[in-house]
């Protein structure tokens, strides 16, 4: 066993000279072999080593007696101990889920690289829990050698092995009561599903963790050819399904989902394909994901602008532009400057349902208007629009309504400046 995991860490780079360790240990069969083999073998990896107990509290008297042989182990052979704790409230993925997130937690607070004792049978174990549930390459690569500052130098050392070396050196170890229920989808996993397939293949944990490692290999390199930036819409409908899937799933997790699932890829993959050019849609976490005609972008909620009474002048700090407004020496209509005659009270604000403007190619809504031209539904309510009791005067950044404005004076000139130009 000693040389399959000194042999694994060399291969993977799990560990390097001057590293401090710290082995998470539960007080289980695997936990205590690595522990015991890291111990040995620590001179020869130059490492300072370091182990860490989390105790969930949920077995009583049980989860004490885990804490105390912990305890008891590494006093025995002067290796500095790290203890955490904590109660254990089940969330929406159930208790299981619950006691790893505050276990792990725990261990990445620690300094050093935190190595944990899965083995090939708990790697098989997984891929297996990956198909009941559904995956595809990322889940068939089952469990990652490295994560973060999480290192796993067991993970083709089978748990035969491990019972083997714990014979050899005389090892004692706790056992779990929950590994001998039903109670979680793994044991029964490990109970009844395993122990067939085995009989079919005796070194079946061995092989699918093989398998899986290369698998996770591969998935990389699809990962590192679908490259670091996302293309544009264009290029990512010409991207093969395999390098566009993994593109979409790096932008997820870049823009606040973490985990994206299959259903979130083909969601964003509809945006991609949509005939609208500013298609958008939710994902976990207020996540909202827009197009911007060729590319696709994350989005906050869009606001629209507070209506705000234009006097003799307004700041839109938000859009950066100051709005003048004074009596008309001339009539001039420009993009962002409008001679118009008002009625009643002017006020700036965002569109409304029902806004239209007439122009030289007849009168449309706003809607339409922001449409032809291209502009992102993300960036319509923050076109101030300028309207009075009778409607809108106009819209900055596209010109006055033809029908309201000035053919003759008196009337008023409203222009918006950029603040930094004033």
Known sequence: MLNKLLGFIRRCS???????????????????????????????????????????????????????????????????????????????????????????????????????????????????????????????????????????????????????????????????????TDAFQRNRIRRNVMPILIQENPSLAETMSDMALGLREDEACLAQMAGEKLPGVTELRELHPALRARALDRFLKENGVPEPEKRHIALLEQLVFSDKPSARADFPGGVTIARRYDTLEALGEPQPLPERALEDGLELPELGLRVVCAEAEGIVNTPDTFTVVPEGRIVIRSRLPGDKIQRSGGTKSLKKLFIDRKIPASERLRIPVLADEAGVLGVWGIGADQGRAAKELPAVTIRFEKMEDC
């Not at 899965?118 to 050698?145: C, Q, S, Y």
């Not at 994560?147 to 090892?171: C, D, H, Q, S, W």
Request: hydrophobic share 40%; proline share 4%; charged share 25%.
């Open 14 to 180: 799990l560990i390097s000279p001057g590293d401090r360790v710290v082995c998470a240990v539960s007080g289980g069969a695997d936990s205590v072999a690595l522990l015991f083999a890291l111990y040995l073998l620590r001179e020869r990896l130059g490492i300072s080593l370091e182990a860490a107990h989390f105790n969930h509290r949920l077995r009583g008297e049980e989860s004490d007696g885990d804490e105390a042989f912990v305890k008891e182990f590494c006093g025995r052979y002067d290796i500095p101990l790290h203890l955490g704790s904590g109660e254990i409230v089940p969330g929406k993925k159930g208790l299981e889920a619950a006691a790893r997130e505050a276990r792990y937690a725990f261990l990445r607070g620690l300094p050093g690289k935190i190595a944990t004792a899965h083995t090939a049978d708990d790697n098989a174990e997984t891929v297996l829990l990956h198909l009941v549930r559904g995956t595809g390459l990322k889940g068939l690569g089952g469990i990652a050698p490295v994560n973060g500052k999480v290192i796993r130098p067991m993970l083709t050392v089978t748990r035969r092995e491990v019972e083997a070396f714990l014979a050899e050196y005389a090892l004692p170890h706790r056992e779990d009561s929950t590994n001998h």
